[in-house]
């Protein structure tokens, strides 16, 4: 079985300052690591994903994450947010399937809150 | 830009009663899933979907739900007598694959509240 755990229930920062949302996980077996995000009134949305290769994942809007085997973490950093990254993001695991359909593992989700 | 949507989007029942949400998946799509979120606590998988059968499905997901593809669009859970536990918010989603490394598209949700 596996278990997210995202440590900070909501992260309030300052507009134009960095962030970093933590995300430790815990598996027996190999898996891919991912970070969703739900905007207000919507549903959750890709905003990256670490599948192999370079540990360092970037998204098109200026997330980034970092996998780390050793710390089994796989931490979402953006080096200056802004307003309309108010969001509720989820960090999630799913192992290596073969052919059935495993579903997503999430954790609780942190509510990031950009201050002006 | 293809979406998954998900009706309706509030529903209010009565203990007892049976409900059926609604969602159609993006429409090249093969797989399909179903996650609930209790209020406060984590987005937990119930159910997968694929070739007209259940893929995978969790310990949540007892005799008293069902998922059915009716036709060629709609994908239902049906919750066959709702308790009161059953509120959550209901997310229905669907990918192209089913290797584990494919992303899963999501719809924005039905909120089931149960009296």
């Known amino acids: 079985a596996q278990s997210v755990t995202q440590l900070d229930s909501q992260v309030p920062v300052f507009e134009e300052a960095p962030v970093e949302l933590r995300c430790n996980y815990s598996?027996?077996?190999?898996?891919?690591l991912f970070w969703y995000v739900q905007y207000p009134n919507q549903g959750l949305q890709l905003l990256l994903k670490y599948l192999s290769g370079s540990t360092l994942v970037k998204s098109i809007n200026g997330f980034e994450a970092e996998f780390n085997k050793s710390q089994t973490s796989f931490h979402l950093r953006k080096p200056s947010v802004h307003i309309s990254d108010t969001a509720e993001y989820f960090c999630?695991?799913?192992?290596?399937?073969?052919?059935?359909?495993?579903?997503?593992?999430f954790g609780k989700g942190t509510h990031l809150i950009i201050q002006p | 830009e293809p979406e998954v949507t998900q009706t309706p989007s509030h529903q209010v029942t009565q203990m007892g009663q049976e409900v059926i949400l609604r969602c159609v998946p993006i429409s090249n799509h093969l797989y399909f899933y179903w996650y609930r979120q209790i209020l406060g606590q984590k987005v937990e998988f119930l159910v997968s979907f694929y070739n007209n059968e259940i893929s995978e499905k969790s310990e949540i997901f007892d005799d008293q739900f069902s998922v059915e593809r009716p036709d060629g669009s709609n994908f239902t859970l049906k919750i066959r007598s709702t308790k009161l536990e059953d509120s959550a918010m209901y997310f229905c989603?669907?990918?192209?694959?089913?290797?584990?490394?494919?992303?899963?598209?999501f719809g924005p949700g039905t909120r089931l509240l149960v009296l």
């Open positions: 999630a695991v799913r192992r290596y399937s073969g052919g059935g359909a495993d579903g997503l593992t």
């Open positions: 598996s027996s077996v190999s898996v891919y």
């Open positions: 989603a669907s990918s192209d694959r089913g290797t584990g490394a494919e992303t899963q598209y």
